[in-house]
């Protein structure tokens, strides 16, 4: 691709312009050079997703394998630009009308040819709120048509500015039409159109993909198959890559990750990641309903002994969005409530009604260690300010199922594969219907600010809206940003081509390769 045209789209997406807005074979994924054919990589890892469902769940544990068996009509690369995945081309008529033109040939698991009815099939599924919780990503699409086999059109309600980065969000993936059924068909068995299918699936042992031998791509997968293995303890992680039981291996804790370090059949890797590490808060229910004690845990807590202790120093201390979101993220330095004063903590628990010690919940989610090793470092910290934390620990499946309704107490997340500010806050902080307000916030002034963020094209501007949120934010911490893990693996040296994307989703197994 020529220098400037990406930039060039860019701003006739941004500024409403109508025109082609790009053409077949824009910067195509690189080619493997001396890339081995062949090969099953083993992946160790400390959970599984509950299911294979593509639009009803936003575990990360799922989504970051995703990639691999489900395609969007558009990608967002490692510099978090919009590229053709299953649209070798769109057209942007007007700043409210998109056409996309299908790759052909394309087919999927089950062998159908992928067309536009699919494409229409998919994305007013994931933007039925009953569905998916995705849906308010799509919330501006007024009418998904069919023009043409290879060919849909997205009419607008009116400008969007994320609309295409959207399209490619993390909650979409292109499935054949009524192959969802009752909602239940897709649970343990996945039908998308990525280079590798799902041939096993435990949630509790494995999951199993097999190479795709009809990918549609000019780049084929050299793999095999691709086995994600289910290691709850990170030290077995380590000692199955000692003794080469495993390939790859991805740490969520530091100390794991020095101790692959030492071994020498093994290389690393640490990149900066979008990813941030975060205790959520409850709007609506006792005692963090009440905006002083979220000010009070927010000034208790030790952000940097968190990240030291939780995340080994190998990452970012973070205001309210990830440095990963270099341009729209705020400095430390310009927001309230980030350093650490226990002594106003207490007086605002004595202004919030609360003479004697403050009990409080906070919900932790199994295979996640970083999340639990933070969470001595927060108890400690509340406890020093008055307020006596009981933690309580439960699976994925229960952490979905209170999530989306929403009732989660106070809870610790790891989130991750936003690229946009628009992405991070509206369906989580816009109150419904929205967005889902998962948190139960409820605050008129960020819904404000969120509808104007979506409806701003201008970059800038939208910039300095942004900056507003994340002021609101932590002037009224419903979400307290605790730090941005680095992204930390570990790998035998005969694992070849893997390259790191900064969502921490597994674009990079892709096209890897094993070195025999």
């Known amino acids: 691709m020529r220098n400037g045209e990406l930039s060039r789209r860019t701003f006739l997406a941004g500024s409403g312009a109508a025109g082609l807005v790009w053409a077949a074979g824009v910067r195509p994924r690189r080619a493997a050079a001396q890339g081995k054919p062949g090969g099953t990589l083993t992946f160790a890892t400390a959970a599984l997703p509950p299911n294979l469902e593509p639009h009803m769940q936003g575990l990360d544990i799922w989504q970051k394998r995703k990639p691999l068996i489900y395609e969007n009509l558009v990608w967002i690369d490692a510099a978090l630009e919009t590229q053709p995945e299953l649209a070798e081309r769109w057209e942007q008529k007007s700043p409210t009308e998109y056409v996309f033109h299908l790759r052909q040939g394309v087919r999927f698991h089950n062998g159908k040819e992928m067309d536009a009815e699919d494409v229409k099939y998919t994305y007013d599924r994931v933007r039925d709120p009953k569905v998916s919780p995705g849906a308010n990503d799509l919330l501006a699409i007024k009418s998904i048509d069919v023009v043409g086999k290879h060919a849909v059109r997205f009419t607008l309600s009116g400008p969007f500015a994320t609309f295409l980065i959207n399209v490619g969000g993390k909650y979409n993936g292109v499935i054949p039409k009524g192959s969802a059924g009752d909602g239940k068909e897709l649970l343990t068995r996945a039908i998308g159109t990525g280079p590798f299918m ?15 031998p009809s990918y549609w791509g000019a780049q084929k ?3 095999d198959g691709i086995t994600f293995q289910a290691i709850p303890d990170e030290s077995s992680i380590v000692a199955a890559l000692r003794t080469g039981q495993v390939q790859v291996a991805e740490f969520a804790s530091g100390l794991s990750f020095q101790v692959a370090k030492g071994i020498g059949s093994v290389e690393t890797m640490q990149a900066p990641s979008t990813r941030w590490v975060v205790l959520d808060l409850a709007g609506d229910q006792e005692p963090t309903s009440k905006v002083e004690v979220r000010q009070a845990i927010a000034l208790a807590l030790d952000r940097p002994a968190i990240l030291q202790i939780a995340g080994s120093g190998l990452g970012q201390r973070l205001g309210v969005l990830p440095p990963g979101l270099k341009y729209w993220a705020v400095p430390v330095p310009e927001l309230p409530n980030q350093q650490r004063d226990v002594a106003k903590a207490r ?3 004595q202004k919030a009604g609360y003479a004697r010690r403050v009990p409080v919940k906070i919900r932790n989610i199994v295979g996640y260690p970083a999340l639990a090793a933070a969470l001595p470092v ?14 309580e620990t439960v699976d994925g499946g229960v952490w979905i199922k209170d999530w989306i309704v929403p009732q989660s107490p106070p809870t610790m997340n790891e989130w991750g594969g936003f690229v946009d500010p628009d992405q991070a806050f509206h369906r989580h902080f816009h109150s419904a219907p929205g967005g889902k307000d998962f948190r139960r916030w409820n605050n008129k002034r960020a819904d404000e600010l969120l509808d104007a963020g979506r409806t701003t094209l201008d970059r800038a501007k939208r910039k300095q809206i942004y900056d507003q949120v994340q002021r609101l934010m932590a002037e009224d911490p419903i979400t307290l940003p605790l730090y941005s893990p680095d992204l930390l693996y570990a790998m035998q040296k005969t694992v070849k081509g893997f390259q790191p994307h900064p969502t921490g989703f597994y674009y990079g197994l892709r096209f890897a390769w094993l070195e025999k």
């Open 198 to 212: 799902v041939e096993e699936f435990d949630p509790s042992r494995r999951l199993t993909l097999k190479r795709n």
């Open 221 to 223: 997968p050299l793999l």
């Open 347 to 349: 007086a605002l628990l």
């Open 378 to 391: 927060i108890v400690d910290n509340l406890r020093e300010a008055g307020i006596d934390v009981n933690v």
